[in-house]
């Protein structure tokens, strides 16, 4: 005949098999969570999207009491080496900068990038009077009599991968890129490769 001390003891046990199945539950879901992410990745095979600038030039450029005026013009070229990966580019937001300050800002024109493309836009950015500040402004003079400038031009974009009919979340896309300009050739530059994160 069972005892009552038998009775309280069955309580621990079921509880401790609960955890155990709870436990249980939670690692298989890791586990297939990341399978499907491994054979995702084995069968997509993602690469890193890959961005020159092709070109570029600066005129119209005017150095004086702090302020300064230019016109600057680079093309940029966007290469997509993946085989299953398109590219969705929402909103596109491009500055030229010296020394960490901002000398001009340009938009560029949404755009979808099919697989293993390249496409190449035009960039044109306008310094109608922009502030320096003294310490930028010496540097960048000091340059200018060298002949050589080194700027850097920044890309932010919102994008989308689509893989299939599968369209990814909204990604943020950064560019940084740092070309020299010839200021006695105005069409004299060196493809400049970009260093692109997202």
């Known amino acids: 005949m069972p005892t009552s001390a038998s009775r309280p003891s069955q309580a621990p046990k079921a509880k401790s098999n609960l955890i155990r199945t709870i436990a ?3 690692l298989a879901s890791i586990v297939i969570l990341g399978l499907v992410v491994l054979i995702t990745w084995l069968i997509v095979r993602p690469k890193r999207l890959v961005y020159t600038i092709e070109d570029g030039s600066i005129q119209n450029f005017n150095l004086t009491n702090n302020h300064l005026s230019a016109d600057f013009d680079f093309v940029i070229r966007s290469y997509n080496p993946n085989r299953r990966v398109s590219i969705y580019y929402d909103s596109i937001g491009a500055t030229v900068n010296y020394n960490d300050q901002t000398l001009a800002f340009s938009g560029i024109e949404p755009f979808y990038q099919r697989r293993r493309n390249v496409t190449r836009f ?3 950015f306008t310094a109608p009077s922009t502030a320096l500040s003294s310490s930028v402004s010496k540097d960048l003079m000091l340059e200018k009599r060298s002949g050589k400038i080194q700027f850097d031009v920044w890309l932010k ?11 990814s979340h909204h990604r943020t896309l950064r560019v940084s890129c740092s070309p020299v300009l010839e200021l006695s050739r105005p069409k004299n530059l060196k493809r400049t490769y970009c260093y692109a994160d997202i």
């Open 24 to 26: 249980i539950v939670l």
């Open 157 to 167: 974009a919102r994008i989308r991968f689509k893989v299939g009919a599968l369209k």
């Open 122 to 124: 035009d960039v044109k």
